[in-house]
């Protein structure tokens, strides 16, 4: 499993780069109740009401650059405008490049480079252990033959000296 996880390993330094997606939707009212008992003032209840929608994308290159594009709008309405719609919306794009710390792709891809070092060196080791498992399977092979041909020659030597004691009892008698 080593390979697969430095494969995965290797995916998630990649993943630094993935563009992130953010969509909001707030809602917010405030009341507020005035209570002024003199003749001067009368008591009254402010309201405001805000709704709001925002996109965004950001992310990171890997020449270091940070990047946020986004757009929202707002409606705002209450008892300050006599309840009526007003609309603010905004487009924002926003850049920002690092001139010394984190600037450049040796930096910013050193952590993938080294998870694919990592890949190679899983993938390395997965083959020498395969060799290595070939390798004691025929010697073990290798061993059972030469056993098997051993006790054929200890038969046959067994049988040759039985037949040489038969042919020196014969010779006996």
């Known amino acids: 499993f080593e390979p697969r996880i430095a494969r995965e390993r290797v995916t998630s330094a990649l993943g630094r780069f993935d563009p992130e997606f953010t ?67 905004e487009a924002t794009i926003a850049l920002r490049q690092p001139l010394l710390r984190d600037a450049g792709p040796n930096a910013n891809l050193a952590q993938v480079r080294i998870a694919r070092n990592n890949l190679l060196v899983s993938e390395w080791q997965l083959r020498q252990q395969v060799i290595n498992v070939i390798t004691e399977t025929v010697f073990t092979f290798n061993e059972l033959h030469l056993a098997h041909e051993n006790l054929a020659l200890a038969i046959r030597s067994r049988a040759l000296a039985e037949q040489t004691q038969k042919d020196n009892i014969r010779r006996f008698e």
């Open 23 to 89: 969509l909001r939707r707030t809602f917010s009212e405030n009341t507020q109740r005035d209570f002024f008992l003199d003749e001067r003032h009368i008591s009254g209840t402010s309201i405001l009401q805000g709704e709001s929608l925002s996109a965004a994308l950001s992310g990171l290159t890997p020449l270091g650059t940070t990047y946020d594009l986004s757009l929202g709008t707002r409606l705002s309405s209450g008892t300050s405008n006599e309840f009526d719609e007003d609309f603010t919306s």
